[in-house]
């Protein structure tokens, strides 16, 4: 009761005097319109902004984890898996090159650096289209006609994994995640925390997308919103 009433203060606080910089759960986050648009500041004042994953990824990760996230959108997800794992042990992509200043800054702001790969993932080696708008929830590699496209370096998500040997898989990729999830061997792969984007690709896709998971010896153990936590099943 006590926590929520503070972080109701806090957010009132935020709303009026639209701070530079807030943190959230410890984390030292921009909110600086030179930095993020408008709806992504209100986002992070109200802790709105990936809060889902966040409250996920804390679940989820221990010590000794290793983590590949394909889509870091702000770094803040980044983040919370770095100060879990520590910085070395997360490896982060970002397909919108237009993100790397603000992500560099709030390494910056919190004394951490996780490995930063700004670039797409994708299931071949080379350039691909990325398509994107003012608003990064709708900046994905799928095509939405928002207007906005560009040509970037993309590394292939297989070799990404054999080369980085993660534990633990952390996607937001805006529909992507239907294609690229599938191209991972997941034979290694203990957690993987995702975010659906039914109303992207159809519920048929995401329904596959499920079962595929499941199939590859997975339960899933809890959903917030459209992020889903997947754990590896003990054996029997």
Known sequence: MLDRLKTSLAVAYRMRAKP?????DGIKISADRAFVTKDIAKALYREKHEH????????ALKPGDRVLEI???VGLVSLFCA???GPDAVLSYEANPALERVIRHNFALNGMVPRLRIAAAALEKGETTFYFNDNIYSSSLIDRDFG?????QCDAIGDVVTDFMPNTIIMDVEGAET???PAIDLARIEKIVVELHPWIVGQDKIDT???QVKASGFELCETISAAYLFVRAAPT
């Open 20 to 24: 530079r910089v807030i943190t959230i």
């Open 52 to 59: 889902a994953e966040r409250k996920l990824v804390t679940k």
């Open 71 to 73: 889509g870091a959108g």
């Open 83 to 85: 100060r879990i794992c």
């Open 148 to 152: 906005g496209a560009q040509t970037v």
């Open 179 to 181: 294609t690229l999830l």
């Open 209 to 211: 997308l499920i079962a």
